[in-house]
């Protein structure tokens, strides 16, 4: 079996942004995710270079247009090869196949009396490089690109008879509703083409940089018909026969949702010209806006994927973009939110399990586990459920729902840990076997979870499955074999720094400093180097009044302990408040906590946490506490809950 996917090429008339990369993340996801299922698959990318954007760029920059494209091919591979992008193949309009290609469709469609001479008139967006209808102007403004004035242009050059296939298209349409995805997009397409198609133009007049028609060579194939054949150009066709009967037609092209009537009405009905195949499926996502904001070069609103990836790595990003926004729909991009979900995704919940579980396997087991009795109930079905939820998302393209069933299995792994105590199995002799049949689950456990998640961040997953025991590299797991329960076996579990350290300020290290401190960095530091040195004052500025301090009789009046989150709620009516219900060794006790804006409650059951336990009772929004929980935090900044680097168990006493 085959699987041939694509994504939309992109204009080099500047750097790729974060909704352009967000395409090529999800696409490499899907490509991935194909991979691991056994299916031989090519990926697809690459610039589109015959844009006038990229030329008049090229001509700003006292560059000729095609060493111009040379180096932003060189940008944009470090791009994607910076976000781990796994393409097969990197297709550039410039190239000879690519024009071979051109000249061969363009030819079948005049020999077929679909395209001819004629005259054109109407308003031009320069940005899109495409003609826009008075009605589809917004006060007289191009809709995606408000900066923009079109032009009037009125022009003589060649057409394609768009118009002769407005009624095959609605037949196929018809005859294959999963031909455009979603269904909003597919409903939109529905309401072009019942309303009607015009002729469109394939050329342009007077310009001399893009690929000469066969037929009319001092015509230039117009961008749009141009693009859109690197499709097929990039596996062979006219080129490569054999090649291209293997591959074509493609099975998915992934493209924005402002580019989907080129892609499912212009391709289709120039391919029925060329009587070649069409596209499987054409999916149209949405837009990634910043801070509400639709990310756009021309609006200035853009953000650079390397920016971001600088911050925690590409994995985090990667599993941003394909977990918090709905595939098809429109998302949003901000730093708090990335920072949180960071923190809470990653440091609080996967990462901290895979630390704890690989600790706990090292010091209570000497790192081998192997199977000692009977599955914990919590992960006795959950996995092979999650696994065929998780296949069956992704099938459907639902990528954010292929990944929230995956973290139904981390959370179900730590109510395993929460309900069965390992530390505590470990203090039993007897125990030992209930122990090992407990830590082998939850290693397993986070193994399935490694599988699953690895189209989605793929060098995180790799390690985590190192981690975890497993010898094989990534390119040779499949679903079929490694993505379900495989409740027998060793495990050789080896433990490793922490995976994404949680974060205060957007990049792990950084300390929050405040506004003086910061005015006073010498030119060049960073804020993360105030964590590895302590920052000097000037001479000018007065030191800080000394603390008040007290003696060692006063301080062990605070009884500090360990304790173990057993539940956790919100508090009604309260944006910071979380109930706690704790196990101190001794006891078991409510605690309300100030946590609610850093932690999720389901991310805190079963963490080992420092109580003061001796503390008198009081209420807080009608609850009563009997403790405090300790949390540190600089400067009023996100409370981080104080930790340890190995298991302790509930009860003992914090010196």
Known sequence: MRFYLTTAIDYVN???????????????????????????????????????????????????????????????RAVWSQLDISFDDF?????????????????????KGDIYEGHYEGWYCVSCEAFKQEKDLVEGKCPLHPTVTPEWIRERNYFFRLSKYRDRLLRHFAEHPEFLQPDVRRNEMLRLLEGGLEDISVSRAGQLWGIPLPFAPDNVVYVWFDALINYAAAVGYGTDERRFSDWWPADLHIVGKDITRFHTV??????????????????GHGWVNFGGQRMSKSLGTSLDPSDVAARFGPDPLRLYLVKEISYGGDGD????????????????????????????????LGGTLRPTGDTSPHLRDLPNEVATQYRHAMNKLELHAAVAYVFRLIDATNVHLAETS????????????????VLFDAAEAIRLVAVLLMPVMPSSC?????????????STLRLDIDGHWRPDGTRTIRKGAALWPRTEEGVPGDVRLKPDAQARLKPGTTYGETAAREHKMDETTAAPAETPRISIDEFMKVELRVAKVLEAEAVPKSKKLLKLTVDTGTDRRTIVAGIAEAY????????????????????LMGVESNGMVLAGSLDGGMPVLIGFDREVPPGARVR
């Open 266 to 283: 212009v391709w289709p009905a120039m391919l029925m010209s060329a009587e070649l195949p069409l596209p499987k499926q054409v999916f």
């Open 91 to 111: 297709i550039r309009t410039t190239e000879p196949r690519h024009r071979t290609a051109v000249e061969k469709l363009a030819q079948r469609c005049f020999e």
């Open 14 to 76: 500047s750097r790729p942004h974060l909704g352009t990369a967000y395409e090529k993340i999800t696409a490499d996801v899907i490509a991935r995710y194909k991979r691991l299922a056994g299916i031989e698959t090519h990926f697809v990318m690459g610039n589109d270079e015959h844009s006038q954007n990229v030329y008049k760029r090229a001509l700003e920059r006292g560059m000729e247009p095609r060493a111009y494209c040379d180096q932003m091919e060189q940008e944009f």
């Open 462 to 474: 790799s390690e985590i499955l190192s981690r975890m025991g497993e010898t094989r590299g990534p």
């Open 333 to 364: 991009f901000t730093w708090d939110r990335y920072k949180e979900r960071y923190n809470v995704d990653l440091a609080n919940n996967l990462g901290n399990l895979v630390s704890r579980v690989s600790a706990m396997a090292d010091q209570y």
């Open 422 to 437: 390992p530390w505590l199995l470990a203090k039993r002799p007897e125990a030992r076997d209930r122990l090992g049949q």
């Open 600 to 619: 999720q409650p389901e991310q805190l059951v079963g963490r080992t946490i420092v109580i003061v336990a001796n503390l008198q009772p009081a209420k």
